[in-house]
């Protein structure tokens, strides 16, 4: 077995396992869909087609490389059919008739047609798929974008982008077309498209973060595969270009295996906001109870004004009026350090061991102290606390008492605590 046939392999394979990954995290996302039911079918198919690839020229079967043209010549169809639901719009009987003949024919052509035609079949059967995605990604971007929603345009336009961006790989897995390539990618490009198509579905700074992270991987996973290629003493530039495209492959597919386990266990165990938006509470005191239950919370406490006058809530108020969140790594928090309100908040936060202070209220003044451990503080964290703030300060108030600083151990319950004359 050559060098150039196990990095074949390995990257197909990668390339099978990636797409099966995506398709399963878009069924979850949304299972009854008619575009999710389209994209899992085309994902699939050519995920297939990697998976008996990659296991033919592994074991050189060569009856399975044969059976791996059937879903090859299936794809221009599946792509069609993906581009009909992106636009919510039929192609043409036209088109939709080559490709289901064309696919059908290049099929039975592949699987049972002689040997001897083999290289007739492969440029044919690579015109096709080439021809197929360039009318796809041409559909897609001659449409009427005046019928579709704008989030629409904006997928669309990255979906027709990484249709065009993946033609150049799946020129390379065809030897009559790229005969000097010392590997195939068009596994790799498939890879590269998906978690381009993944990324589009989320909101505008997820996008950028999804492809600066992608970015990222990619650079890490050549350089990783530079390295090590230059373990081998006889290295050269085909070599090279194998052990990155086997990095690259492998790591982009961790990448979405790791992104696909993460999304299933933040869905077991919901976090704050998650928790937050199921639950039935309906005061501030049953609020800050469900917060306590998660770990960020565990060390939230109440302090009223009036569990404050060791820190001078007058002087407090100024302060607070036009604080949310006060952090404090962030001390003095654009003030002179020897401000007696900023010495009293210090004063506060260290006494409570808080890393930071959530101000419901500054007059009267009301806060939640927590301690945040620096493993979680982290800015999804931090967006979290803003967001719990702006919950919290909207809900209505009820007599109730709740943990405070004065009383960290001691738990009432709601329906057994006595109404408090100091709060409306």
């Known amino acids: 077995m050559t060098a150039g046939i196990v990095a074949d392999s390995v990257v197909n394979l990668c390339g099978a396992i990636g797409l099966a990954v995506a398709a399963a995290m878009l069924h979850r996302r949304d299972s009854r869909g008619s575009l999710t039911a389209r994209l899992v079918v085309l994902l699939g198919t050519v995920a297939l087609l990697f998976l008996l690839r990659g296991v033919a020229w592994w074991t050189d079967n060569a009856f399975l490389d044969r059976i791996s043209l059937i879903p090859a010549a299936l794809i221009p169809l ?6 009909e639901g992106l636009l919510r719009r039929h192609a043409h009987r036209a088109l939709k008739a080559i490709a289901l003949a064309g696919g059908v024919v290049l099929a039975l052509a592949g699987a049972l ?3 001897e035609f083999e290289s007739q079949h492969t440029i044919v059967l690579s015109a096709f798929q080439l021809a197929g995605f360039a009318t796809c990604a041409w559909l897609l971007l001659r449409r009427d974008r005046a019928s579709l929603l704008a989030w629409e345009n904006r997928a669309i336009d990255r979906v027709a982008f990484g249709a065009v961006m993946v033609i150049p790989f799946i020129i390379t897995d065809f030897r009559v077309l790229a005969p000097s390539m010392p590997v195939r990618l068009g596994a790799l490009g498939a890879l590269l498209a998906v978690t381009a198509i993944l990324i589009a579905g989320a909101s505008a700074e997820t ?13 890490g996973a050549a350089l990783l595969g530079t390295a090590a290629a230059a373990l081998s003493p006889d290295v050269d530039a085909a070599q090279l270009m194998r052990f990155c495209a086997v990095v690259v492959a492998g ?12 999304a299933m ?21 049953d609020l800050i109870a469900e917060l306590t239950r998660q770990p960020v919370f565990e060390s939230a406490r109440r302090c ?14 100024d302060f607070l009026a036009s604080s949310r969140v006060l952090r404090r790594a962030d001390a003095p928090w654009r003030r002179a350090v020897t401000d007696p309100a900023v010495e009293r908040m210090v004063a506060l936060m260290d006494a409570r061991h808080a890393t930071h202070v959530i101000v419901l209220s500054h007059r009267p003044v009301d806060l939640i102290v927590l301690a945040v451990s620096v493993i979680s503080a982290d800015p999804a964290t931090e967006t979290a606390l803003a967001l719990v703030r702006r919950l919290l300060v909207q809900a209505p108030e009820r007599q109730v008492i709740t943990p405070t600083c004065d009383d960290a151990d001691a738990v009432t319950s709601p329906s057994s605590a006595p109404p408090s004359s100091d709060r409306p």
């Not at 599946?78 to 581009?83: E, K, N, P, Q, R």
């Not at 996008?207 to 650079?219: A, S, V």
């Not at 009223?304 to 108020?317: K, W």
């Open 207 to 219: 996008q950028r973060q999804g492809g600066l992270l992608t970015l990222l991987r990619i650079l």
């Open 265 to 285: 266990l933040q869905a077991r165990e919901p976090g704050v906001l998650d928790s937050i938006g199921a639950s039935i509470a309906a005061t501030r005191d």
């Open 251 to 262: 790591v982009l597919t961790i990448g979405l295996i790791g992104d696909a386990l993460r």
């Open 113 to 115: 047609g002689p040997v």
């Open 78 to 83: 599946g792509a069609l059919v993906v581009t």
């Open 304 to 317: 009223r004004e009036d569990e404050l006058t060791a820190y001078d809530p007058p002087l407090l108020r």
